[in-house]
């Protein structure tokens, strides 16, 4: 990297996450969701291959750092601490946190009801940050496996999972329709970008102007209806 007018490589590494629904998800044996079809559709258009790797959310970034990976695309949140180690592409998706409790649960209904709560989370998410600067007295349960903190709200380890909103509300809408829901207001509201590696500017300028155009043209919102659409 470093060269701003280097041509594109044929074929880009990216990272995705294991489990991220409706983003990134395994069903049938393969990788699927809005991320997954974004991706593809902003390297059709941009003209390279994804040479597709899972890997857990948290070992994104030092993966970008270290040069095991070239892009990551799992609902990652723009933030300073983090375009400080690798660059992002523009928002592509507006999203937000929310809280989720169990269905027969009446005492938790808003944020401020999670004061002094174990709150289960992703390990290096910005939802743990949220708990750890903005609920007084709070523990945040982070788990590696996103999967297991919503177990850890079913069988009663923690009180609620807060964590990003299109994740909740399709988790509760599939998976979790008989034994969460919903409660409070979106909080904080983020944007999610494509990190790239840093020093790859024309990488990060082919990618800006295929998501540009995917947005003109109606296939970003093609790849919308098709994982949120009612
Ligand atoms: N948006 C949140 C963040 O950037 C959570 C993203 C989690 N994504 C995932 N694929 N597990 O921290």
Redesign the pocket.
């Known amino acids: 990297g470093g060269d701003a007018e280097a041509p594109l490589e044929d074929s880009y590494v990216v990272a995705t ?1 294991t489990s ?1 629904v409706p ?2 998800f395994k069903e049938d044996g393969e990788y699927v969701g809005f991320d997954i079809d974004l991706i593809n559709a902003v390297a059709d258009e941009a003209g390279f291959k994804v040479d597709l790797k899972t890997t857990n ?1 948290d070992g994104m970034i030092p993966g970008l750092q270290t040069g095991t990976f070239d892009i990551a695309i ?4 723009i933030k300073p601490e983090r375009a400080e180690k690798v660059d992002f592409s523009d928002p592509y998706y507006k ?1 937000g946190l929310r809280i989720g409790v169990p269905i027969d649960n009446e005492d938790i209904t808003s944020v401020e009801d999670l004061e002094g709560k174990n709150i289960a989370t ?1 390990l290096g ?3 743990a940050d949220y708990i750890n600067n903005n609920i007084e007295g709070a523990k945040a349960q982070t788990f590696e496996q ?1 999967d297991q903190a919503y177990l850890a709200v079913q069988n009663g380890t923690s009180d609620a999972i807060l964590y ?1 909103a299109p994740n909740v509300a399709y988790y509760i809408k599939t998976k979790g329709e008989d034994s969460l829901k919903m409660v409070g207001e979106l909080l904080e509201a ?1 944007d ?1 970008g494509i990190a790239i590696a840093q020093g790859n500017e024309s990488l990060v300028k082919a990618i800006d102007k295929a998501l540009s155009t995917l947005k003109e043209n109606g296939k970003y919102d093609e790849i919308y209806q098709k994982w949120f659409g009612e």
């Open positions: 996450d991220f983003f990134e959310f799992a609902g990652m949140t999203s992703r998410s910005t939802s996103l990003d983020q999610y």
